[in-house]
C-alpha cells in the first residue's frame, strides 16, 4: 500500500511561472519530509527537507509547505527555469526508513 | 571528494544466476539502504542497514540478499529467485546522529540491471 503519493505524473510550466509539486501522505508518523530532484540514469538529488514539527521551509527559488491536518506537502519553485526540468520525488520518513512517491516529472517550457 | 559510488553501472545477468552490485561511500555515514526503480513507480527499499553487521529487509526482500561487514560498503546480490530482476537499482547512505537527526539520505547514480 502506497504510503507517499504523487497523483500528478507530469506537469508543464513557463518558464518565469511558479510551478507546484503535490505530495499526499497517510502515515501520520512521518516525522521528516523531503523532496529529490532526479534526471534519467542518475541517482536522485537532495533537494529540501522539513520537520513534522514546522510548517514551511525555504531555500531560495524553492520553498516547501506541509499541511499535517490534510497529510499534504507541496514544493514551490519560483520562478521556473528550464535547468529545473527533472523527475521530483517527495519522501517521508519512519524510524529508520524512507518513503517515496512515484515521481512528477517537470516540464518548464522557455 | 565524498560521495556514493555504484558499480557497474550497466549489467546484465543470465537466467538462474546471481549478480552482486557494489555500493560503496566515503561520507562516513552510518545507513546504508538499496532501492530498487521501476517505470513509474517510486523508489521502493529493499534492505537497509543502520550498523555494521546489521541489517533490514524492506518491502521486497525476496529474492535478494546484502551484507554489511564495512560501515563504507554496502553490496546487492540479485540471486536467481528473484523472478523479476530488471529494474534500476540505487544505493543511498544518510547519517543517523542523535536518534535520527534531520539528515537526508544521498544517492548514487544506480546500476541498471537487466536479464539476456
Known amino acids: 500500500d502506497q504510503q507517499v503519493k504523487q497523483n500528478s505524473p507530469s506537469l508543464s510550466v513557463q518558464e518565469g511561472r511558479i510551478s507546484i509539486l503535490n505530495c499526499d501522505y497517510t502515515n501520520s508518523m512521518f516525522d521528516y519530509f523531503l523532496w529529490y530532484k532526479k534526471y534519467p540514469a542518475e541517482g536522485p538529488t537532495f533537494l529540501i527537507s522539513i520537520s513534522s514539527i514546522k510548517d514551511k521551509n525555504e531555500d531560495g527559488r524553492f520553498t516547501v509547505f506541509l499541511n499535517k491536518s490534510a497529510k499534504h506537502l507541496s514544493l514551490h519553485i519560483v520562478p521556473s527555469q528550464p535547468g529545473d526540468s527533472a523527475v521530483y520525488f517527495c519522501a517521508a520518513r519512519l524510524g529508520g526508513q524512507f518513503y517515496f512517491g512515484t515521481g512528477t516529472s517537470l516540464t518548464v517550457i522557455p | 571528494d565524498g560521495g556514493i559510488t555504484q558499480s557497474p553501472k550497466y549489467l546484465f545477468r543470465k537466467e538462474g544466476q546471481n549478480v552482486t552490485l557494489s555500493c560503496e561511500q566515503n561520507l562516513n555515514h552510518d545507513a546504508m539502504y538499496w532501492y530498487r526503480q521501476d517505470p513509474g513507480q517510486g523508489l521502493r527499499l529493499i534492505y537497509y542497514?543502520?550498523?555494521?553487521?546489521?541489517?533490514q529487509k524492506g518491502d521486497i526482500a525476496e529474492g535478494y540478499s546484502v551484507s554489511r561487514e564495512k560501515k563504507e560498503s554496502f553490496p546487492l546480490t540479485v540471486t536467481s529467485a528473484q523472478k523479476n530482476p530488471t529494474a534500476f537499482y540505487l544505493c543511498?547512505?544518510?547519517?543517523?546522529?542523535?536518534?535520527?537527526?534531520?539528515?537526508?539520505?544521498?544517492f548514487g547514480d544506480g546500476t541498471r540491471l537487466s536479464i539476456l
Open positions: 543511498a547512505s544518510s547519517t543517523l546522529g542523535q536518534v535520527l537527526s534531520n539528515q537526508p539520505q544521498h
Open positions: 542497514s543502520q550498523i555494521v553487521n546489521d541489517f
